[in-house]
């Protein structure tokens, strides 16, 4: 397949280009597009062959669900059951935005893009090409991550453009995402329950809502038989093709684990600013994420240092663990599935 590829910029998004990639989505192709987020995938969501196609091309398991982005709230009214009170006011204080809400789904919608569930995860993004796209095109657009499924995600054109070239039909370079992490996934179909984290944080939510629960799979590696709700809740995600192995504990047990650990491996190792003085007799590659104390520079690096990490043709990856509270709940959710639960407490 040619994939055509067009570099449009948010801040003067050029119709034409736009109208093109709308015509595809229409015509049951597939567009990679940005959003604040990540890049996405994207295709008709009412179109049951092209959901396919997005598995198809990513690689990515039958049974993961995708989500409908749309860019109005009566889209929603047409494509889901009911929207609940408690859905009602995560809507007012979080749309458009970084928040994915799983409503019980109606008919029209095909199974193909629900993973076969009878619910559907909905997103209303704020990122103005992803809002001129779905406008456009005039149906809501599934998109996962516009990735090799089990890779990085991708948060970068270029990232895409390694991925997918060849496998759709255009990709939208728009440059560099803001967020640089997936929406928080909330079910609002009982009790509001967090599927998966993001920046949008439990605390955040309840002081909209009274309460919401943590999914108990969150941090744990779910059994062959669970069946995903959301996208990124059985399958492991995020993961660079080098081995990733997280330690935890305090800064200075976890330096010693790690200095034990490369003495006779080509690691590299994912520290932050404040720790990597205790690292500096290691020999081996030592990279920060940045500020221990700013864990949205921190989320927003991930995926791209992951992705860089396999350029340095190091056998191994040694990454620090983060408190599981706040931000850092959605860092160490996305870091553990790219461990593939290999996590050493020290």
Request: proline share 5%; hydrophobic share 40%; with cysteine.
């Amino acid at each position: 397949m040619n994939t055509e590829i067009v570099k449009i910029d948010a801040a003067n998004i050029d119709e034409k280009q736009i109208e093109r990639a709308a015509e595809i989505i229409k015509n049951g192709g597939l567009v990679a597009f940005p959003t604040e987020t990540v890049y996405g995938l994207g295709a008709n969501a009412l179109d049951a062959e092209a959901s396919r196609k997005i598995y198809e091309a990513k690689g990515r398991p039958s049974d993961n669900p995708l989500i409908a982005h749309i860019a109005s709230l009566e889209t929603l009214d047409e494509i889901v059951e009911d929207v609940s009170d408690v859905a009602k006011k995560l809507i007012d204080k979080f749309w458009p935005g970084p928040m994915t809400l799983i409503f019980n789904k109606k008919e029209m919608v095909p199974d193909s893009t629900t993973g076969g569930l009878k619910t559907l995860a909905v997103r209303f993004p704020s990122n103005e090409i992803a809002k001129a796209l779905i406008e456009k095109s005039g149906v809501p657009i599934a998109a996962p991550s516009a990735n090799t499924s089990g890779k990085p995600s991708p948060t970068k054109g270029e990232h895409v453009i390694e991925d997918l070239n060849g496998k759709v039909d255009m990709i939208i370079d728009g440059g560099e995402v803001g967020l640089g992490l997936e929406s928080t996934i909330i079910d609002v179909t009982g009790e509001p329950t967090i599927l998966r984290p993001g920046f949008i944080t439990q605390e955040m939510l309840e002081q909209v809502i009274e309460e919401v629960k943590l999914d108990q799979t969150l941090l744990e590696k779910p059994s062959e038989e669970f069946a995903p709700k959301a996208p990124g809740m059985k399958y492991r995600h995020y993961a660079p093709k080098t081995e990733l192995v997280i330690i935890k504990g305090s800064a200075k047990n976890v330096a010693q684990r790690i200095k034990e650990e490369t003495k006779t491996k080509n690691a590299a190792i994912l520290t932050v600013d404040q720790h990597i003085e205790l690292y500096k007799d290691i020999d081996a590659k030592v990279v920060s994420w940045g500020d221990l104390n700013n864990m949205d520079e921190i989320a927003h690096k991930i995926f791209d240092a992951l992705r860089k990490v396999d350029e340095w043709g190091v056998d191994i990856i040694y990454c620090e663990a983060f408190e599981e509270e706040g931000l850092g709940l959605a860092v160490m959710n996305r870091l553990t599935k790219a461990a593939g639960y290999q996590v050493i407490d020290v």
